[in-house]
Protein backbone atom coordinates (compact mmCIF):
# COMPACT_ATOMS: atom_id res chain seq x y z
CA UNK A 1 0.00 0.00 0.00
CA UNK A 2 3.10 2.28 0.68
CA UNK A 3 4.32 1.70 -2.41
CA UNK A 4 1.30 2.76 -4.33
CA UNK A 5 0.82 6.16 -2.08
CA UNK A 6 4.66 6.55 -4.10
CA UNK A 7 4.01 5.97 -7.18
CA UNK A 8 0.65 8.97 -7.16
CA UNK A 9 2.85 11.13 -5.06
CA UNK A 10 5.82 10.90 -7.88
CA UNK A 11 3.06 10.84 -10.72
CA UNK A 12 1.38 13.95 -9.32
CA UNK A 13 4.76 15.84 -8.95
CA UNK A 14 5.80 15.13 -12.33
CA UNK A 15 2.46 16.27 -13.32
CA UNK A 16 2.38 19.54 -11.56
CA UNK A 17 5.94 20.34 -12.67
CA UNK A 18 4.61 19.84 -16.68
CA UNK A 19 2.06 21.66 -15.91
CA UNK A 20 4.27 24.80 -14.37
CA UNK A 21 6.25 24.76 -17.21
CA UNK A 22 3.35 24.16 -19.91
CA UNK A 23 2.20 28.20 -18.21
CA UNK A 24 5.16 29.38 -18.03
CA UNK A 25 5.91 28.79 -21.72
CA UNK A 26 2.62 30.39 -22.72
CA UNK A 27 2.77 33.34 -20.61
CA UNK A 28 7.12 33.69 -22.15
CA UNK A 29 5.32 34.20 -25.83
CA UNK A 30 6.58 31.04 -27.28
CA UNK A 31 3.15 29.94 -29.10
CA UNK A 32 2.41 33.18 -30.31
CA UNK A 33 3.07 33.30 -33.45
CA UNK A 34 1.60 30.23 -35.11
CA UNK A 35 1.13 31.09 -38.80
CA UNK A 36 4.84 32.46 -39.47
CA UNK A 37 6.56 29.04 -39.57
CA UNK A 38 3.66 26.95 -41.57
CA UNK A 39 4.53 29.64 -44.68
CA UNK A 40 8.21 30.37 -43.92
CA UNK A 41 9.22 27.46 -46.15
CA UNK A 42 7.03 28.05 -48.92
CA UNK A 43 9.26 31.92 -49.39
CA UNK A 44 12.51 31.75 -51.12
CA UNK A 45 14.99 33.45 -49.59
CA UNK A 46 16.59 36.83 -51.49
CA UNK A 47 19.90 35.87 -53.02
CA UNK A 48 23.07 38.15 -52.08
CA UNK A 49 24.61 39.81 -55.18
CA UNK A 50 27.94 40.37 -54.96
CA UNK A 51 28.65 44.12 -56.31
CA UNK A 52 31.39 44.11 -59.02
CA UNK A 53 35.18 45.72 -57.69
CA UNK A 54 35.94 49.00 -59.25
Do not use: C, H, N
Not at 43 to 48: Q, R
Amino acid sequence: MLIIILLISISLTIAIFFLVAFVWSMKSGQFDDTYGPSVRMLFEDKKKTKSPKP
